[in-house]
């Protein structure tokens, strides 16, 4: 069993997490796959990555608040710089099929 914390205790039977006084709702993988559209093993490869996890043997569990945040970080802040990258792209199209 590895957990992040020694001050960490983890009840399977409810998906709940006690840290430094706090109760945070964990997810599995295939839940948080569902609703976020993604893989099971691009979630895996996410926490090789140093996506915030928590492991109970095998079992990998996220916390949705830290997910998001470390998602946000990692790929929706280049979305948005290929955004304005792509309306870039198309300006230039529009101007060259127009002349």
Same mark, same amino acid.
Not at 22 to 42: D, F, G, P, R, W
Not at 83 to 98: G, H, N, R
């Given at each position: ?20 006084? #706090? ?10 796959? #569902? ?32 997910? %998001? ?7 929706? %802040? @280049?979305?948005?710089? @290929? %955004? ?7 300006? %230039? ?7």
């Amino acid at each position: 069993m590895i957990i992040p914390s020694t001050e960490t205790s983890i009840h399977k039977e409810i998906g709940c997490i006690r840290q430094r006084g #706090q109760q945070m709702k964990l997810k599995n993988l295939k839940a948080v796959a #569902q609703e976020q559209s993604l893989s099971i093993h691009t979630l895996r490869k996410f926490a090789r990555m140093g996506m915030p996890h928590y492991r109970v043997g095998r079992k990998i569990f996220l916390d949705q608040e830290q997910f %998001e945040t470390w998602f946000a970080a990692h790929f929706r %802040e @280049n979305a948005d710089r @290929n %955004e304005k990258d792509l309306a870039q792209i198309v300006d %230039e199209a529009v101007a060259a099929i127009i002349k």
